[in-house]
């Protein structure tokens, strides 16, 4: 089926500069948009290439794997964190992989309530990847426990007891609003998956995958009833998740705005992390996407048109980043405090300056790259920059909390923290198990919502007129 | 844990005996035998089981007693504590009496006696003495040498007394390396005689140390501390002592001075105004003033010092003299001299060396080890089997003085009746038991010994006393009365020459004077297996398990030499620091260079009691060697040494790299003239925030508030409560690898502090424990609530409900908390299970402990008032740190009851909240450092 799709031009280089380029190529209707994306899933060869990366992250998988098995095994001192410095990869991998979750929802909910009908060739993948996020951030926060087999009390659940979490501590906030986001976000990309579900069902050819596609499909059958019911419930998932894409990462910097730590006690935190996480998340998406479109010749689907979007929306919040960047730097020294005040001297100068400068390179001043119209319709150039993105918000998190906890008020006490193997590993081992089940999801759902870029289609615009 | 007690071989020994016992017991399907615990038939009088007992004893270093007081826990020893009617106590303790039950416990303990590394019973060597005792019989025991430790002891010096009329020939030699060789000779240069001097520090007003730690080490230190500053309590103003300190190495005696450091070596014209302010001072108050030279300073000083005292009429005021209380004093050096010639020449045929362990200990150009080979019969009696036992034929363990029965003197004189608490764990012998072996009465016990030397009745009334109390009433000395020959021009001691050392007078370019100094932890290198002292942070450096060849700032630059926090761990942790080699009379060491600040310029300290190659497996491979330069001419400095740097780098761990307090008024301190002006100048620059400041009303705490004042002014920075702590909440160590990644678990800590000039720095002292917040940050956090506030204002902390987020620590302004990364507690070895404290628990692996205000005491103190209806009194509960501090410097108790002692001290102008600006309220403040600066010398 994919031979007879109508080849189309190189639409990376069709619309530069010939004004706003569509959401989808042209040439396609409804036949071939199903035939080109249910393909992947059903009929195409795997390639090659899907073998040898999945092998590559599955072996990291394998190595986050054995990582927590040492750990639960003999204890967080495998980690370099210390006294004073409690908290180091372990929750900044939490807050960086939050980040990422966030773009799934935004483009998924709130672009979907604005009716931004560029959305629709990502949202699919993105849910995908704010899920995976969200499981290899939810590692975290439970393995970073001292006892992590104890990590249930953080739950208030019935017991013999009568012991009730500490409702006040921001951790029980984390656990209800991560735990919130999650349950959500799964279902709303559940959601989204029934009609194509019912897509791959209809056109498995093997009985295994009509069978597994049928169960999941859960008897969709594309009746005008099912049609309106699952639009008015689609629709009331986005309203449900669109407050949370806000909540989220305002609780989870909640974890450090609660905090008295110089450094983490800030009331800019709140928006400027909602703000970081969606330019993590969208530097994510594009480090996703991109790939992807090469590989699976999705360019007609993925058009530079969504590149361009989603670097301009990194572009504004990075924007907001580097502001507040800036307010927190001009408050610590405006609020006269003598310890809000050192904290950015010891950014600026202090042992860890190279990283702070690093951080500054990569989530402010090389993204301004992207105010040029070339830069925002390169690839390439854009490949790299979500990648230096997506480092610079890591290290934004490491600076946050390394940094500022190496150093608060007693000198004395001040230390430092420098990552083991097992940091590593433990880090690297996540990024193989979100690309693993990247892997998976690419090879066994279809990647793209089948029936919203039918939508998009002119055919699908008579009905409006 | 893993460095602790060697426990690869034992662990995996268990791991397979558990595993094999398992399997045997799967494939015979029997049922595992009952254990029964058998209860007393007929309980101990007195012993209620939970309640422990407390016995009266007494610890000997260097000869000279520490009255004690022991707990003991259904017959296990626990818990040592300063006995308060010994007065070289007073109640107060040092970390080698507080580290006493871990080197008790220790499982590296030699546990049997060999002869060449067979294990023979005690009859064997009973046998082999009295064969060679036989032989020397006709030789009058020419071939008998004897080598002690400085003896106290007045039954074991008349039992050696005793072997010596048996065998005239015979001679008794002694070497104690923590004996203070320098202060005796410098008696007998001034006098004429041996003579220990007794200082008296509550008549002093002007105290002039010349190198001398007298409050960190020594006979007396405990007393001492107290005395000196119940005399700095800015309250009483006109009371307040002045103490000038010249330093060869920055002791926690000379960070309390009120102005003055240098060099002993390079006193030059620079410092003379300092010199003249400070002899008009001393001039100014003749018989209430006081000179003390240090143990490392040459005898001709110290005989300066006492003609000074003499001269300025303090003699009888302001310290007094006495016999030793020594029983036999010697010239220690010259007596381990003697003992080595005998040896070279083959005069020996038979040595017992009682305790001590000179093939380590003696300087390196004595070849004590060579000369040891060849005596034909070698007995030694320790406690480890150590670098001396290497080369003895027969080792004997050693019997800790918590297993026996001994006596000793105080320094003062005043007798303790040594009583055991515990049976020898391992079969240790004492010192007593082997000179029994000796004598004609071979069998004899000590409590047997002791009690004959004491002639004890058959009514044993006094005896028992005795034991109650702790001391022998009326034994301690009264004062003598000797003159210093100052005007006799034989004396050397106007001499000039004579003080100058002559190896420091002319020193080569590019060299160095190397001080030798016994480590403030380890000591000589007898406590280097106890881990609670190689983990105990040293005053100043702040390191732990190492030595390092200590230098100034500016001598490090001038070798280039750079080092400085490692990313892991950092100033809180691991230093890198490069190692350097020194040359000195031809040997080379080398050591890693860790720079001090306030030490002299071109010159050295090394400590001693590192580099051990036998004697436990903590004490092997920590530090470096230092006797390997050290020679008999001059054991307390080399001058002239080459200092080189090699390239290397090693790591050292250090627990407080950063001693600025940046300008954030950790440690508030104000000289005493200012003081007096304007008491309230402590709170300059406050920023604590009024109590109106929050919105909810005041938690009112009815019954007890507790609380705590430390005096920063008092404190000396010794470190009894740091290892009372550990002792007291069965605190493990965690070993070199963990300090050097910031995760040392001391629940108290010693912050140091410098202000002012580099060179000369004021050096204050901040002993950090958990401040008990009203408005805790640590509990808002914690998501499970296991730490929570008590209705008493104790910040009370949950183990079992710990699942060890460490939010709590992050958000601890003070860092006082401490996270169990590891396994740090041993929970295999049998020994040390007997050592830990009951009322305490026990620490696993994940969760987040801290300093509870000793809450085991408090509920134990509720518990017995409650039970006699009577509300808490004042100073009845102590907390440890409380009871070790020699110098009284924390209080603890009732802030509601007006009248306590911690409510009047709270009370007080110079009370301070530490980060009160943070609106954290704590419960344990500070008292402000005050000092009595000379107004001569101005700041």
Known sequence: ?465 | MEQIADPVARRTFLKLMGASLALAGVSACTRQPAERIVPYVRQPEELVPGRPLFYATAMAIGGVATGLLVESHEGRPTKVEGNPEHPSSLGASDIYAQAAVLGLYDPDRSQTLTNLGEIRPWSAFLGAISAALTAQRPLKGAGIRILTESVSSPTLASQIRDVLQRFPSAKWHQWDPASRDAARAGSKLAFGEFVDAQYRFENADVILSLDADFLGCGPGSLRYARDFAARRRPEQADRMNRLYAIESMPTSTGAGRSGGSGEPAEFAEAESKFLDAVAKDLQAHRGRSLVIAGDGQPPAVHALAHAMNQTLGNVGRTLVYTQTAEAEPVDQMASLRDLVADLNSGKVDLLVIIGGNPVYTAPADLKFADALGKAQLRAHLAMHDDETSALSHWHVPEAHFLETWSDARGHDGTVSIVQPLIAPLYGGKSAHEVLAAMSDRPERSAHDLIREFWKVEKDDRAWRRWLHDGVVPNTAFTPKIVTAAIRNPQSPIPNQSAIRNPQSAISPTGAVEVSFRNDPSVLDGRFANNGWLQELPKPITKLTWDNAVLVSPATAATLRAAGGPAFQGGEHGQILADVVELTAAGRTIRGALFTVVGHPDDCATVHLGYGRTRGGALALGAGFDANAIRTADAPSFAGGAAMKLTGDTFSLACTQYHHLTEGRGMVRSLTRDEFVRDPKAVHEGDETPPRTITLYPDYPYQGYKWGMSIDINACIGCNACVVGCQSENNIPVVGKKEVLSGREMHWIRIDTYYRGLAANPETYFQPVPCMQCENAPCEVVCPVGATSHSHEGLNDMVYNRCVGTRYCSDNCPYKVRRFNFFLYQDWNTPSLKLGRNPDVSVRSRGVMEKCTYCVQRINEAKIDSERESRPIADGEIRTACQQACPADAIVFGNLNDPNSRVAKLQAEERNYALLGELNTRPRTTYLAAVRNVNPELGE
């Open chain 1, 1 to 465: 089926m994919a031979e007879s799709l109508q080849p189309v031009e190189d639409p990376n280089r069709a619309y530069v500069g010939a004004g706003t380029p569509p959401v989808i190529a042209p040439g396609h209707t409804f036949g071939t948009v199903t035939d080109k994306i249910s393909a992947i899933v059903l009929t195409r060869r795997t390639p090659l290439g899907w073998y040898a990366g999945f092998l590559l992250a599955g072996s990291f998988a394998f190595l986050l794997l054995v990582s927590l098995t040492y750990l639960v095994t003999k204890g967080i001192g495998i980690w370099g964190n210390n006294i004073p410095v409690g908290w180091a990869f372990d929750i900044t991998n939490f807050v960086w992989w939050i980040g990422i979750g966030h773009a799934g929802t935004l483009i998924s909910a709130i672009l979907l309530l604005l009716k931004q009908t560029w959305r629709t060739s990502i949202n699919r993948f993105a849910e995908a990847m704010t899920l995976f996020a969200v499981a290899c951030a939810g590692i975290f926060p439970l393995f970073h426990t001292g006892r992590p087999w104890l990590a249930y009390w953080l739950f208030p659940y019935p017991n013999s007891m009568s012991l009730w979490p500490q409702f006040r501590s921001p951790l029980i906030w984390d656990v209800f609003a991560v735990s919130t986001y999650a349950t959500v976000s799964a279902l709303f990309w559940y959601v989204g998956l029934i009609p194509d579900l019912a897509t791959l069902r209809d056109r498995s050819q093997s009985r295994a995958g009509r069978v597994i596609y049928g169960m999941l499909a859960m008897g969709w059958r594309g009746s005008a009833r099912h049609w309106h019911r699952y639009d008015t419930a689609y629709l009331l998932l986005a309203g449900l998740a669109t407050p949370l894409v806000v909540s989220v990462h305002t609780v989870v910097s909640f974890d450090f705005a609660i905090g008295i730590v110089p450094g983490w006690h800030t009331t800019i935190f709140p928006p400027y992390f909602v703000a970081g996480a969606i330019y993590s998340g969208f530097a994510m998406v594009l480090t996703l996407a991109i790939p992807i479109r090469a590989v699976y010749n999705l360019e007609d689907f993925i058009t530079m048109r969504h590149l361009q979007n989603m670097a301009k929306v990194m572009l504004v919040t990075g924007l907001i980043v580097a502001y507040g960047y800036g307010t927190e730097a001009f408050i610590s020294w405006y609020s006269g405090d003598k310890y809000e005040g050192f904290v950015p001297m010891n950014r600026i100068f202090g042992p860890y300056a190279f990283y702070y400068w690093l951080l500054i390179t990569c989530n402010v001043i090389i993204p301004q790259a992207l105010w040029f119209k070339r830069v925002r319709t390169s690839v390439p150039v854009l490949f790299v920059i979500s990648l230096i993105v997506n480092v610079g918000m890591w290290l934004e998190r490491f600076v946050i909390i390394v940094l500022s906890l190496s150093r608060d008020f007693l000198t004395s006490s001040w230390g430092r923290f420098a990552p083991t193997f097992w940091d590593w590993s433990t880090l690297f081992g996540t990024v193989g198990l979100f690309v693993s089940l990247l892997f998976l999801f690419l090879r066994f759902l279809p990647m793209i919502s089948i029936f919203e870029i039918r939508t998009l289609l002119p055919e699908a615009k008579v009905s409006d007129e």
